[in-house]
Nanobody, 122 residues
Framework: QVQLVESGGGLVQAGGSLRLSCAVS????????MGWFRQAPGKGRELVAI????????HHTDSMSGRIAISRDNAKNTMYLEMNSPKPEDTAVYYC???????????????WGQGTQVTVSS
C-alpha cells in the first residue's frame, strides 16, 4: 500500500523559511518522479516542482523562482520542499504526488498525500 504523508506546514511570517516533508511508504521515493503541487483558496491546483528519479529537479511556478529547493533523502524515503522568503501569495495547501508526468501538462500520478496547510502572514 502506497502512502504519502506531508508535514511541516503551518503559519510562517513572510521572509522566513520552512521545509515541507513528504514521507513515502510502499514504494521507493527514488523510483518515482515525485512532485509538489499546491492549491490556494479559490484557485486550481498548481504544479510547484518535480524531482525526477534521476535526481534532477525542475521548477514550475514562476512566482517561486529562486525561492524553493526540492530534494529527497533516500535513506529516509522522504522528499522535501524548502521555501525561502515565502510570500502571502504562497498561502496554500501543499500536496506531494508520486508518478507526476515529465512532459506535456505534467499530469499528476495517482498517489497523493493528504496535504499540509501553509499560511504566510505579512
Amino acid at each position: 500500500q502506497v502512502q504519502l504523508v506531508e508535514s511541516g506546514g503551518g503559519l510562517v511570517q513572510a521572509g522566513g523559511s520552512l521545509r515541507l516533508s513528504c514521507a513515502v511508504s510502499g514504494v521507493l521515493v527514488s523510483d518515482w518522479n515525485m512532485g509538489w503541487f499546491r492549491q490556494a483558496p479559490g484557485k486550481g491546483r498548481e504544479l510547484v516542482a518535480i524531482l525526477r528519479r534521476d535526481g534532477k529537479a525542475t521548477h514550475h511556478t514562476d512566482s517561486m523562482s529562486g525561492r524553493i529547493a526540492i530534494s529527497r533523502d533516500n535513506a529516509k524515503n522522504t522528499m522535501y520542499l524548502e521555501m525561502n522568503s515565502p510570500k502571502p501569495e504562497d498561502t496554500a495547501v501543499y500536496y506531494c504526488n508520486a508518478g507526476v508526468g515529465l512532459t506535456g501538462n505534467h499530469n499528476p500520478g495517482r498517489y497523493w498525500g493528504q496535504g499540509t496547510q501553509v499560511t504566510v502572514s505579512s
